[in-house]
């Protein structure tokens, strides 16, 4: 496995957790451990995206409706998803997310410490596995399938308390240019599982609402912050875009920082727009984003209001991301995000659905 590969799956989730940077860690050891391991292992998931927040909302009700998106149905049953290259749009990356921070003041989330933050989202991501070998030392066969999800997650505002998610199992994909293989229907119905806090994360990598609110509401002063410190990956610009991912995706980042993030992203080199991008949920978009790995990510704007609707991955380079030019290989929405007083009271979030807690960083590797 290259380093190619190893960055084109670095921001690979685990199976429930929200993403923070000790998810993605463990996500990292799990997948240096599948290159060697055993066999049998659960799928690598390849990291979610984007976010999008509208509407001001009420905040003391136990849950306020930001915004709601009837999904349509797409493709299923191993449909490949292929869409036309992107198109570079007439206008500049500064522009579009200059628009879009002028948008980010329209929202007015005031989630209080105690409270919980939910987010509702379609998703979908690559599944990676069979990479290495098995526990008697022959070799797998890899395999890929693109994973879909309906999601919604609460997380604490103040990052003190157990959240919880929801994952409604969707028909996957074919992920271009690979066979569906069996592991792709392992998992069907709906999971609800804890999220158990961890411990804390380093300051300059929490992303819970009131770390985020405490962050620079400056462009200059945000760029910086998306520059600190040890984030991963195989370059500080890579690792810049991934962490603004990180602060918007199922997450509430407030007005002034969410401004100030947009502008900062327009500071990363290779930063560009697209036109006529299309998020999970079918609204089509401006897309502002850069290449990885193979893959040009995208953060997808509404083109009227410039609020922020979700993410999508498109293939530019076959060779790297090993699956032809075209291809849509992970696409998200953000369907609402709203302010609850606690987590549901399902009796599915016995203990035993607790998501394990990652290993400390750099414990394993």
Same mark, same amino acid.
């Given at each position: ?8 799956? %670095?921001?690979?989730?685990?199976? %429930? ?15 240096? +451990? =599948?290159?060697?391991? @055993? ?31 009837? +999904? ?7 449909? &490949? ?11 500049? =990356? ?26 509702? !989202? ?10 290495? /070998?098995? +526990?008697? *030392?022959?070799?797998?066969? &890899? ?21 919880? $998610? ?12 690979? #066979?569906?293989?069996?592991? +792709? ?9 804890? $999220? ?8 300059? $990598? ?60 327009? /500071?990363? #080199? *290779? ?6 991008? &299309? ?12 290449? !990885? ?11 009227? /209001? ?14 790297? =991301? ?30 035993? @659905?607790? !998501? @394990?807690?990652? &290993? ?6």
């Amino acid at each position: 496995m290259n380093n190619d590969e190893i960055e084109m799956m %670095a921001g690979i989730r685990p199976d %429930a957790p929200p993403y923070g940077q000790e998810a993605k860690n463990a996500a990292r050891r799990r997948l240096a +451990a =599948a290159t060697t391991a @055993t066999a049998g292992r659960g799928p690598l998931w390849r990291r979610p995206y984007a976010v999008a927040l509208a509407g001001a909302l009420a905040v003391a009700a136990t849950v306020a409706v930001t915004v709601t998106v009837r +999904a349509p149905e797409p493709q299923i049953g191993g449909a &490949e998803v292929v869409v036309a290259m992107p198109k570079i749009a007439p206008m500049s =990356a500064t522009e579009v997310l200059g628009r879009a921070a002028r948008a980010a003041a329209r929202s007015d989330l005031e989630p209080r410490d105690d409270q919980f933050v939910k987010v509702e !989202s379609q998703t979908m991501y690559g599944a990676f596995g069979g990479m290495g /070998t098995d +526990a008697d *030392g022959n070799t797998q066969t &890899e395999w890929r399938y693109l994973y879909r999800t309906k999601r919604a997650i609460w997380q604490s505002a103040n990052g003190e308390k157990d959240g919880a $998610l929801r994952i409604e199992h969707l028909e996957p994909r074919a992920y271009p240019g690979w #066979p569906v293989p069996p592991e +792709a229907h392992r998992d069907s119905g709906t999971e609800w599982s804890r $999220l158990p806090i961890c411990g804390k994360a380093p300051d300059h $990598l929490r992303t819970d609402y009131a770390s985020l609110k405490k962050l620079p509401a400056d462009a200059e002063g945000m760029r910086a912050h998306l520059y600190t410190g040890e984030r991963g990956g195989n370059s500080k610009d890579g690792a810049a875009w991934t962490a603004a991912g990180d602060m918007l995706r199922e997450n509430y980042l407030p007005p002034a920082q969410r401004a100030a993030l947009f502008q900062a992203v327009g /500071t990363i #080199p *290779g930063v560009d727009v697209v036109r006529d991008a &299309e998020d999970a949920a079918g609204r089509r978009g401006i897309g502002v984003g850069r290449v !990885s790995a193979g893959v040009r990510e995208d953060l997808i704007f509404d083109p009227d /209001t410039y609020e922020l609707l979700g993410e999508r991955g498109v293939v530019v380079d076959e060779k790297t =991301a090993k699956s032809p030019v075209g291809s849509l290989v992970a696409s998200t929405a953000q369907l609402s995000v709203t302010v609850a007083d606690s987590p549901p009271d399902a009796p599915e979030l016995a203990a035993d @659905t607790a !998501s @394990t807690c990652p &290993e400390p960083v750099g414990k394993t590797g």
